[in-house]
């Protein structure tokens, strides 16, 4: 096969996937993240049942990750210094997980070596989209960082936070069906801090 009718195999081939894509969920992938099956990358990473991982997400070092956690589209997953993650993580698009960091080794002329730190990351924790997990950070299980973070510090269990740096703006009540979402802050902070993390789409 040439390479132009190699081309345009690929470009059937893609063109059949997006139609499918719209007429099943309404919706235009990349082609790696539409061509390729999410739960079947998560297996072949080991992660726990359930999993899925989008094509376009990249996995570095050691990762471990529990059963039934969903990971979005350009999510950077670190684990250079060790990641783990629990079950039922949902980590939105776009989130950046790092376990080093090359700060000093920058400033330094490459005189000071990269730090590494491992990040540990509970049960049911939701991660809102562009947000920024730095290396050395616990979060505990039942916890919500909301969209566009900075975590630096470790976050409690039950604990929402938000912002650069991150802080706490209120905690997780309930279980199951029941669960809540209570802010400290004013409504109009608390409007933009929400995740809304109920609606369910983005697990589609």
């Avoid at 059963?67 to 989130?95: C, F, K, T, Y």
Wanted: glycine share 12%; with cysteine.
């Amino acid at each position: 096969m040439t390479p132009d009718a190699f081309v345009e195999l690929l470009k059937t081939a893609a063109l059949a996937r997006e139609m499918e894509l719209r007429e099943r969920f309404q919706r235009s992938l990349p082609f790696a993240d539409a061509m390729f099956d999410r739960w079947d990358r998560a297996r072949r990473l080991g992660f726990g049942e359930g999993s899925s991982i989008y094509e376009s997400a990249c996995v570095f070092g050691e990762v471990t990750v529990g059963r039934d956690v969903w990971i979005g589209p350009w999510v950077m997953l670190d684990g250079s210094g060790g990641l783990s993650i629990g079950d039922h993580v949902s980590l939105s698009a776009g989130v950046q997980i790092y376990t080093h960091d090359t700060v000093h080794w920058a400033l330094s002329g490459g005189v000071v070596p990269p730090r590494r730190a491992p990040v540990a990351i509970g049960d049911r924790v939701y991660v809102g989209s562009q947000s920024v997990i730095a290396q050395g950070v616990t979060i505990g299980r039942k916890c919500v960082i909301s969209a566009n973070s900075l975590v630096i510090d470790d976050v409690p269990e039950a604990t929402i936070v938000g912002g650069v740096p991150a802080m706490p703006i209120g905690h997780v009540e309930g279980e199951g069906a029941e669960v809540r979402l209570v802010f400290t802050r004013s409504p109009m902070r608390r409007a933009a801090a929400s995740p809304t993390p109920t609606t369910g789409e983005e697990h589609a």
